[in-house]
């Protein structure tokens, strides 16, 4: 299994621009999630789904949309980026079957700068 | 969720113990504790987690106290790839629920040779 991937690994935007980050995982998970993390700060969430057709907000879901329309894939469309949005990115997915043995696998993040 | 606080930083000799503590004196008693770290700019890993009984697996030991109140991460003999940033999250864990992790700043281990 290669788990969770992500592309592209780095992105220059301009304030303006669009882009849309990939996530795919391998592992059949239901739930999967969309973190960004600032320098020297603990991550945040920003969407997350549940399932297929499924999504939900997350602590700073503004300025993101997501969709998700297989159990693999949930990609993270940034729309008119702003220089507030440079971060590092993570996804990440889990069985979501709940009783406290779900944990999280997350991919290698894509780092992303706006100029 | 409950909220956590835990030392900024820690250092630690290789092939010693790592002790990691953390208070979440407001956890409620629906809500695990779980510990995950992250390696350099890596995404972060899963450790261990727990309700109320200690637990063990091959990375380490989650020790919580009798009240729930506080917990700490043991990292048995550390070696100079442990040095991480060690998260402490408490939470609800519901089927069906949003796994809404809330990661804080954690504390910054460095082994030392």
């Known amino acids: 299994n290669a788990g969770v991937t992500q592309t592209p690994k780095f992105r220059i935007l301009k304030i303006g621009q669009s882009m849309t980050l990939q996530c795919t995982q391998d592992?059949?998970?239901?739930?999967m999630y969309w973190y960004r993390q600032d320098p020297g700060m603990g991550l945040k969430l920003i969407y997350y789904?549940?399932?297929?057709?499924?999504?939900d907000k997350g602590e700073v879901p503004n300025g993101y949309n997501v969709s998700r329309s297989t159990t693999e894939d949930f990609p993270l469309r940034l729309e008119l980026a702003a220089p507030s949005q440079t971060s590092v990115y993570f996804c990440?997915?889990?069985?979501?079957?709940?009783?406290?043995?779900?944990?999280?696998?997350f991919g290698p993040g894509t780092r992303l700068t706006v100029t | 969720d409950a909220k956590t606080t835990q030392p900024t930083s820690m250092d630690c000799a290789e092939g010693r113990a790592a002790n990691l503590p953390c208070n979440h004196s407001?956890?409620?008693?629906?809500?695990?504790v779980y510990w995950y770290r992250q390696i350099h700019s890596q995404g972060p890993q899963y450790i261990i987690h727990?309700?109320?009984n200690n637990e063990t697996n091959e990375m380490a030991s989650l020790i919580i106290t009798e009240d729930r109140k506080s917990s700490t991460l043991i990292l048995p003999h550390a070696t100079l790839r442990d040095t991480a940033v060690y998260y402490c999250?408490?939470?609800?864990?519901?089927f069906g629920y949003g796994q809404n992790f809330v990661f804080g700043p954690g504390t910054r281990l460095s082994v030392l040779p």
């Open positions: 990440a997915s889990s069985y979501g079957t709940g009783g406290g043995i779900d944990e999280q696998y």
């Open positions: 592992m059949n998970h239901n739930y």
């Open positions: 789904s549940v399932g297929a057709g499924i999504t």
């Open positions: 407001t956890i409620s008693g629906n809500e695990y």
């Open positions: 727990g309700l109320k």
């Open positions: 999250i408490v939470r609800v864990d519901s």
